[in-house]
């Protein structure tokens, strides 16, 4: 079968005949529906991150079960299943929890999940090395729901954690509407009244916000008259919630100068920016926050938020042979919404 493989760092991807894999004791084969194409590999492509290959890429996954390993039980072949993609190690006290995101003994574990270590979902297969790691998708079709498992889980847990701060009187900032800031918007409209306002450099970026009802938007390439314009909407408040999807330093300095007292900033993006700290900057009493992921558990109400209709990925949908080009649009922010490939 072909598969999109990550050599090692600073190579482009490359697209290979590899074995069609077996699943061992316990394991799971998912045939794949659709792989979503994150940012996050462009920073494994570019610098590696710490996650050593070869592997095939693709950390963002559902399909159908294919075949069970030996004593797996409880699944039928072509139940739909999303793949949860942060693998723990299944036994410390967060992945008892469900939060293999926040596994305790990530440092002893070869790789970060299917995808960012181990082989991913940009091939034909995948082997899930525990049945604990699906999640039945119902009624959804797979192709188009991939992208619930990365981009809309992250910014889910991100949202989650910060509810207590976000009532109807609060303002919430989300910086980069591409494909985790797109599901972002959706879920602070379902899930909150505060007033809501997206951020990006990119003004195509800003009419997909405003075409999925949000109401205010700001360019912010210039961050200075950003900051000013989101002050002169919150007034001496200011924003109570700054969900950062790039972590670049100029968004990561708007976070810190938007924010009010008693607020949040959440760095979701890998971008590489660093939050300095003087007295009263970020101001007092804010929360910084650097969530990864999300739990197994906040993947099935990311699921029951797409079944009731209330998030929806907007995706573009390419053949996997056209991995590199469909990276390549990435980089240049050519892709609205999430960028799906179709083994
Ligand atoms: P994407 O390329 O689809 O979207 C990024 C968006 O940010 C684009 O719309 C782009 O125009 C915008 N942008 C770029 N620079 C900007 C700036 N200076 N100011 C405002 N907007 C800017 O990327 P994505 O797949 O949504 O991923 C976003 C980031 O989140 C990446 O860094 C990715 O690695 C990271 N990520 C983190 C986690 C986690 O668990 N922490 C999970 C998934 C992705
Ligand atoms: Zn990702
Ligand atoms: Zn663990």
Request: proline share 8%; hydrophobic share 40%; net charge negative.
């Amino acid at each position: 079968m072909k598969a999109v493989r990550f050599i090692e760092e600073g190579r482009p991807p490359e697209i290979l005949d590899v074995p069609k894999p077996a699943p061992g004791p316990g394991e799971i084969l998912v045939k794949i529906a659709g792989a979503g194409v994150c940012h996050s590999d462009l920073h494994v492509l570019d610098h590696g991150i710490g996650i050593p290959g070869p592997f095939t890429l693709g950390h963002e996954n559902a399909g159908w079960v294919a075949a069970l390993g030996q004593g797996v039980t409880g699944w039928k072949e072509g139940e739909p299943v999303a793949v949860y993609g942060p693998w723990g190690c299944g036994l410390c006290h967060q992945c008892q929890t469900s939060a293999e995101n926040y596994c305790e003994r990530h440092a002893s574990i070869p790789s970060y999940g299917g995808g960012l270590g181990s082989d991913g979902g940009m091939a034909e297969y995948m082997i899930v090395p525990s049945p604990r790691l699906l999640v039945p998708l119902g009624k959804l079709n797979p192709t188009m729901a991939a992208p619930l498992s990365d981009a809309a889980l992250t910014p889910y847990h991100a949202i989650k954690a910060a509810l207590p701060l976000l009532t109807p009187d609060a303002t919430v900032v989300v910086l980069g509407i591409g494909g985790l800031g797109h599901i972002a918007v959706q879920i602070l409209k379902a899930l909150t009244s505060a007033r809501l306002i997206a951020c990006d450099i990119d003004e195509a970026k800003l009419a997909h916000a405003r075409q999925l009802g949000v109401e205010r938007t700001i360019n912010t390439q210039d961050g200075a008259l950003a900051a000013e314009e989101i002050a002169d909407l919150v007034g001496e408040r200011g924003v109570t919630v700054a969900l950062d999807f790039v972590g670049a330093q100029p968004t990561i300095d708007l976070c810190s100068r938007i924010v009010g007292r008693a607020s949040r900033i959440s760095v979701v993006g890998l971008a590489g920016g660093t939050l300095h700290y003087s007295p009263n900057m970020p101001p007092f009493g804010c929360e910084v926050s650097i969530p990864y992921w999300g739990s197994r558990t906040e993947l099935i109400e990311v699921i029951a938020l797409a079944e009731s209709g209330h998030i929806r990925a907007a995706v573009e949908t390419f053949p996997l042979e056209n991995a590199v080009d469909v990276y390549q649009r990435l980089r240049e922010g050519r892709i609205e919404g999430r960028a799906v490939l179709l083994p």
